[in-house]
């Protein structure tokens, strides 16, 4: 057990990482599938000192709904954001930075809802506390940052708190 | 039949088009260095995921081939578009914020890009410059 755990210290990685190798050949061929597995084991076992923790995930399944929730967001992100840029004038925008105070621990949780922010309405994520417990956010469109909080909290934090914790 | 498919690749091409010339249009209306920095990173998710749809469906049902490259793309775009943004972000406050710039950080002593020692050093630099 300990062995297999040397050997494939990522076991999830290792499988993204043979899926990537067929997708990036374009093609799931047994040469493809054979140098992906390859290459599955030795990148995993070459970065693992720079990766002790393997992150648990406690519901994998919400993860799809998850990814539903954030694509769909950033359609309609895309639309809010080519409206203000287009039809609103810069003196009547009302850009603004926002704390959002973090229930998330685990260091993969956060970076996600990081990640997720920047990709979602006029919201980039810019900087975190010293301590890890508050994300900085800026808005680009922010008259009610109250709201804009608690809607990121209940949308992403949430959500991502019911799959890593 | 085809010029359906053909209709439909076309107009995922031009639904890309307006939002990468919408994101670069963002970039030099906007007036301060975060606010620009809203327009590439989104409107530029949906100009390059229209080109990918486009390519999908041009590649499925023109040539008959199923193509996967494109969903690696949108999924290393998604990576790497947050990433560069928050180095951007973070270059710009430890160049240009101080604490009264920015929301209170809560049970923390300060927010990660905005150390004493950093302060010194743009004070510094300043001098210099």
Redesign the interface.
């Known amino acids: 057990m300990k062995l297999a755990r040397r050997v494939f210290p990522h076991p999830h990685l290792s499988a993204l990482l043979v899926l990537?190798w067929c997708?990036?050949n374009?093609s799931f061929s047994l040469n493809t599938v054979v140098f992906g597995l390859i290459l599955g084991l030795v990148i995993p076992f070459a970065t693992a000192q720079y990766w002790p923790d393997r992150p648990r995930l406690k519901r994998p399944l919400m993860i799809v709904e998850y990814l539903i929730v954030v694509i769909w967001d950033?359609?309609v992100?895309?639309v809010v954001?080519?409206y203000l840029?287009?039809f609103r004038r810069?003196a009547s925008?009302s850009?603004n930075?926002?704390?959002i105070?973090l229930e998330l621990r685990s260091a993969e949780a956060i970076t996600v809802l990081?990640?997720?922010?920047?990709?979602t309405p006029?919201t980039?994520?810019?900087?975190?506390?010293?301590?890890?417990?508050?994300l900085?956010v800026?808005c680009?469109n922010a008259e009610d940052t109250d709201s804009v909080r608690d809607e990121i909290k209940s949308r992403y934090e949430r959500r991502l708190k019911e799959i890593f914790e | 039949m085809g010029d359906l498919f053909e209709i439909t690749v076309a107009i995922f091409l031009i639904i890309a088009g307006?939002?990468g010339f919408?994101g670069s249009?963002?970039l030099i209306?906007?007036?301060?260095p975060?606010?620009r920095?809203?327009?590439p990173?989104?409107?530029t998710?949906?100009g390059v995921g229209g080109v990918l749809i486009a390519s999908m469906i041009h590649a499925l049902l023109v040539e008959r081939q199923l193509?996967?490259?494109e969903?690696?793309i949108t999924i290393f775009l998604?990576?790497t578009?947050?990433?560069t943004?928050?180095f951007i972000?973070?270059a710009?406050?430890h160049r240009h914020c101080t604490d009264a710039?920015?929301?209170?950080?809560?049970?923390?002593?300060?927010?990660?890009?905005?150390?004493e020692e950093d302060e010194a050093e743009t004070g510094s630099d300043a001098h210099q410059a």
Do not use: C, E, Q
Not at chain 1, 125 to 133: E, F, I, T, V, Y
Not at chain 2, 29 to 32: E, N, P, T, V, Y
Not at chain 2, 101 to 115: E, I, N, S, V, Y
């Open positions: 990537v997708l990036l374009n950033i359609i992100a895309n954001v080519a840029i287009l810069n925008l850009p930075w926002v704390a105070p990081a990640g997720t922010i920047t990709l006029g980039v994520s810019a900087d975190l506390s010293s301590g890890g417990h508050v900085l800026h680009l | 307006v939002f919408v249009f963002g209306k906007l007036s301060d975060m606010s920095l809203h327009a990173t989104k409107a998710t949906l193509s996967v490259h969903l690696l998604f990576l578009a947050p990433i943004a928050h972000a973070k710009y406050i710039d920015l929301p209170d950080p809560g049970p923390d002593p300060r927010w990660a890009g905005l150390t």
